[in-house]
């Protein structure tokens, strides 16, 4: 079975991810959310 394009919107951000199955997808698209909002909070952080 070959890699799907799925996307998802996770807090209003569009994240677009390849993956076997919906629920392989949603749970990277997941991830890769957590890790952006870790970044942004990071960021917020140093500008303070």
Partial sequence: MRNR???FIID???IT???KS???AK?????IA???KAEEN???QSAI
């Fill in 5 to 7: 394009i799925f996307n």
């Fill in 12 to 14: 209003g951000r569009l």
């Fill in 17 to 19: 991810v390849k993956g």
């Fill in 22 to 24: 919906v629920k392989e």
């Fill in 27 to 31: 749970r990277h698209a997941q991830q």
């Fill in 34 to 36: 957590r890790s952006m």
């Fill in 42 to 44: 990071m960021g917020n």
